[in-house]
């Protein structure tokens, strides 16, 4: 199996589990198959170093935010309680964005 097809698999993979269980599900899987210490070290330091960029691209317009959390994703695949956190932003992320989408709705049903 080619690299892309690896990254199609276990992006599907976890893509297909749960909300709240994603991010520990995915660390579960990186520590099943024993990986050299360099390359953990090497995802260790991009996601370290993503998170960096991130914070420091904050008060700017544009993504830092999202710069910061794909950082993190980079450092919960290596670290459990970082997984445990990712998963539970996610749940009230995702409860915030329900709670927006029918705040607009209602905005928009109101206009009318």
Same mark, same amino acid.
Do not use: N
């Given at each position: 199996?080619?690299?892309?097809?690896?990254?199609?698999?276990?992006?599907?993979?976890?893509?297909?589990?749960?909300?709240?269980?994603?991010?520990?599900?995915?660390?579960?899987?990186?520590?099943? %198959?024993?990986? /050299?210490?360099?390359?953990?070290?090497?995802?260790? +330091?991009?996601?370290?170093? #993503?998170? &960096?960029?991130?914070? %420091?691209?904050? /008060?700017?317009?544009?993504?830092?935010?999202?710069? +910061?959390?794909?950082?993190? #994703?980079? &450092?919960?695949?290596?670290?459990?309680?970082?997984?445990?956190?990712?998963?539970?932003?996610?749940?009230?992320?995702?409860?915030w964005?329900?709670?927006w989408?029918?705040?607009?709705?209602?905005?928009?049903?109101?206009?009318?």
């Amino acid at each position: 199996m080619g690299m892309r097809e690896h990254w199609r698999e276990e992006w599907k993979s976890f893509r297909l589990s749960a909300p709240g269980t994603r991010f520990r599900e995915r660390y579960q899987r990186m520590k099943s %198959v024993p990986r /050299p210490t360099h390359e953990r070290v090497a995802r260790c +330091v991009c996601g370290v170093l #993503t998170v &960096l960029v991130g914070i %420091v691209l904050i /008060p700017l317009p544009g993504p830092g935010w999202l710069i +910061v959390g794909f950082g993190m #994703t980079l &450092l919960a695949q290596e670290s459990r309680p970082l997984a445990d956190f990712c998963d539970r932003v996610e749940i009230r992320f995702r409860a915030w964005m329900e709670r927006w989408r029918r705040w607009r709705a209602s905005r928009a049903d109101a206009r009318r």
